[in-house]
């Protein structure tokens, strides 16, 4: 999204848009929309300052990192916030896709679960353990740190 700062009045700019999720590319991160990215801008000027207040409001679809499966994230932002310096009297064009995409990004969770009771699936047959439990049984590994296991603590 890029705002034109010549063409924002005195009274300020009220932006409402729908961006493309392509504008704000996330494929190689393996994040993709489910719709476009609703953006609601007020934009101002004070002195040579260019104030961008609003919202930004899409839905992601990611993996859950358990079962693999694909669900659709809700990300809203009704705090979005930006600010520069601009020179008047000049042609001056600010680019707003970086700042929306790491906006975008900061909001995505750090573990992507489909739901925190998913139980995942089993890593000895690829049983999705949401739907039923498989008669798999998990040898439990030793490794140097398994006596600690044994402790009790008091």
């Given at each position: 999204?890029?705002i034109e700062?010549?063409?924002i009045?005195?009274?300020?700019?009220?932006?409402?848009?729908?961006e493309?999720?392509?504008?704000?590319?996330m494929?190689?991160?393996?994040?993709?929309?489910n719709?476009p990215?609703?953006?609601?801008?007020?934009?101002?000027?004070?002195?040579?300052?260019l104030?961008?207040?609003g919202?930004?409001?899409?839905?992601a679809?990611l993996?859950?990192?358990?079962?693999?499966?694909?669900?659709?994230?809700?990300?809203?932002?009704?705090?979005?916030?930006f600010?520069c310096?601009?020179?008047p009297?000049?042609?001056?064009?600010?680019?707003?896709?970086?700042?929306i995409?790491?906006?975008?990004?900061?909001?995505?969770?750090?573990?992507?679960?489909?739901?925190?009771?998913?139980?995942?699936?089993?890593?000895?047959?690829?049983?999705?353990?949401?739907?039923?439990?498989?008669g798999?049984?998990?040898?439990?590994?030793?490794?140097?740190?398994s006596?600690?296991?044994?402790?009790?603590?008091?």
């Open positions: 999204m890029k700062v010549d063409k009045p005195a009274s300020g700019l009220v932006i409402e848009a729908e493309s999720p392509s504008s704000v590319d494929s190689k991160e393996r994040i993709f929309f719709g990215i609703n953006i609601k801008l007020k934009l101002n000027l004070v002195n040579n300052m104030i961008i207040r919202s930004v409001e899409t839905k679809v993996e859950c990192s358990r079962c693999l499966k694909q669900y659709t994230y809700p990300i809203k932002n009704d705090d979005y916030h600010e310096e601009v020179k009297a000049q042609k001056e064009i600010i680019d707003l896709t970086e700042g995409r790491e906006d975008i990004i900061l909001r995505l969770p750090l573990k992507s679960l489909c739901s925190p009771q998913c139980k995942g699936i089993c890593p000895k047959c690829g049983q999705d353990l949401n739907i039923k439990q498989c798999c049984s998990i040898e439990k590994k030793l490794t140097p740190f006596k600690l296991d044994e402790l009790e603590l008091k």
